[in-house]
């Protein structure tokens, strides 16, 4: 639909022009910063930032209803830039021309109820919102569209060029990062740190595919995250790891997508999130304590976090939890939830604030972390996709996470849960393939439940020739093996003839 055709008291908002004034706040000391330079923590106490709209009061001067008309009336909207997380421009990145934002197709991904025998058997309504259909095939693409539309709106302003975008990453922010690097080529070039052999295959060819200088690094991912730290420090290269708070802004995206969807209506949801680095669930509460602000939700949804056994610093956190504990970071084991395989999450400072905040704003807690072994992941990440999912796992581990939810009584059966499907399944089929072989006993201690194990079938065909490379068969010896094989299958499926 074309702008003029829209209802009139909404024609004036529907392309949203620059606005407000944002400044990086330190969670530390407090200490405001300007974002005309790239920061990422405070120069003054090292501190995690924050990036906020001094000026955000004049979005009240519109209802929370006339907002709801303007998000649902972008949807029909046909201008890139307001396709994807823009569409919530004045909530995350107000001050960015719409010429400048980078869209490659992120956000705007489906929710999926699963069906009725899977809801049966964990005992609530859920939803699936498959952040694996994004351009990367993970969530990271909607932090990742903020980052580097900021970066071009700098660049597009003469005020930086030639940046080396660079990220420690588990596999899904070193994906995106190079991706939408890639997209600004050449005034924009990408690095990425992985941890040597905790990345999988499909995860290790994407920023290759995508030209970045890919580097693999003895240790784990928390070893990763310091080194591009100390390079951040000391050169000029642009961090995009999820301290750098345009990539919190971006993923607040999916917070407001939720919303959107279930018509406003959050009170009753339960969103459940696996937790790794922590900068996803930063933003998803930041997101719903923004649309709580303005007024354009009404209540907050309740938040589960999820982690694994083996990798669950902010679940020991919150056991025993008292105001001004101090985090203390684990050593991690290794996780098939291997992406939030994290000991020392960079946004800890950020959750522990927010949590108090939400908690606060709710007027009972409302965010809750649980955590679910290995074995308890891989089951219910098959269990999910033998009902139609695309969950990989980390959907599984929220799967997880919510059933634990459930019989912890944190959540009830009136809940309506949403689960993130913060990847795409085929990014970590390993996994399954592991699982299939009954491989994933050591480390993991999982064993395969045969239910849920599948191999394929060869079929051979006896006293039948059967094509060979080169060599297809023709005539009666093609119908002789066209004839063996349908019969060996109908065995197979127990078929009985019409
Ligand atoms: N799920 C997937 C598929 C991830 O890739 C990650 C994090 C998480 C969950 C956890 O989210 O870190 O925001 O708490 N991956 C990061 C990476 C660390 O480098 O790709 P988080």
Request: charged share 20%; net charge positive; with cysteine.
């Amino acid at each position: 639909m074309k702008p003029e055709q829209f209802p009139k008291h909404i024609r004036n908002y529907l392309l949203p022009t620059p606005a407000g004034k944002m400044h990086y706040d330190c969670l530390g000391c407090r200490q405001q910063y300007d974002i005309s330079r790239l920061l990422y923590t405070c120069p003054r106490c090292g501190q995690v930032l924050m990036l906020v709209d001094e000026d955000s009061q004049r979005l009240k001067s519109i209802n929370g209803s006339t907002w709801r008309e303007i998000f649902d009336y972008r949807q029909m909207l046909k201008m890139p830039a307001m396709r994807g997380i823009y569409r919530f421009h004045e909530f995350i990145g107000p001050i960015i021309p719409l010429e400048d934002i980078v869209y490659l197709g992120e956000g705007n991904t489906p929710v999926i109820e699963a069906n009725a025998e899977l809801q049966a058997r964990v005992g609530c309504r859920l939803f699936f919102k498959n952040d694996g259909q994004n351009p990367s095939a993970s969530f990271k693409d909607r932090g990742m569209a903020s980052a580097l539309s900021y970066i071009n709106h700098l660049v597009r302003q003469g005020r930086i060029d030639n940046v080396l975008a660079i990220c420690a990453s588990t596999g899904d922010t070193s994906a995106a990062a190079a991706l939408y690097s890639a997209y600004l080529h050449p005034r924009v070039r990408s690095a990425v740190l992985l941890p040597e052999g905790k990345v999988t295959v499909q995860q290790l060819s994407q920023p290759l595919g995508s030209g970045a200088k890919v580097f693999e690094i003895p240790g784990v991912f928390d070893d990763c995250m310091k080194i591009v730290e100390a390079l951040s420090e000391q050169y000029n290269v642009a961090l995009l790891n999820s301290k750098n708070a345009w990539r919190i802004l971006g993923q607040e995206s999916y917070s407001y997508e939720i919303a959107q969807i279930f018509d406003y209506q959050t009170g009753d949801l339960a969103v459940v999130v696996p937790v790794g680095n922590a900068g996803n669930i930063t933003a998803v509460m930041n997101g719903f304590l923004k649309f709580l602000e303005f007024g354009i939700i009404q209540a907050l949804p309740k938040i589960i976090g999820v982690q694994s056994l083996h990798a669950n610093p902010v679940v020991r956190y919150y056991q025993d939890y008292s105001k001004g504990k101090t985090f203390m970071p684990i050593t991690v084991k290794p996780s098939v939830a291997q992406a939030a395989m994290i000991g020392n999450p960079v946004s800890m400072p950020r959750v522990i604030k927010l949590v108090e905040t939400y908690n606060l704003k709710a007027g009972l807690q409302r965010v809750f972390f649980v955590q679910v072994t290995e074995q308890q992941i891989m089951d219910w990440h098959l269990t999910a996709n033998r009902h139609g999912h695309i969950a990989c796992t980390h959907g599984g581990e929220c799967l997880a996470g919510l059933v634990e939810a459930l019989a912890k009584g944190l959540v009830s059966d009136k809940d309506v849960a949403v689960l993130d499907s913060t990847a795409h399944a085929l990014k970590f089929v390993g996994f399954q393939d592991l699982y299939f072989q009954g491989k994933l006993k050591t480390p993991f201690n999982i064993l395969s439940d045969r239910r849920l194990v599948n191999m394929p079938v060869k079929i051979r065909p006896v006293d039948t020739k059967c094509p060979e490379p080169g060599k297809p068969l023709a005539g009666n010896e093609l119908q002789r093996f066209i004839l063996a094989s349908a019969e060996a299958v109908a065995q197979q499926l127990n078929l009985q003839k019409t």
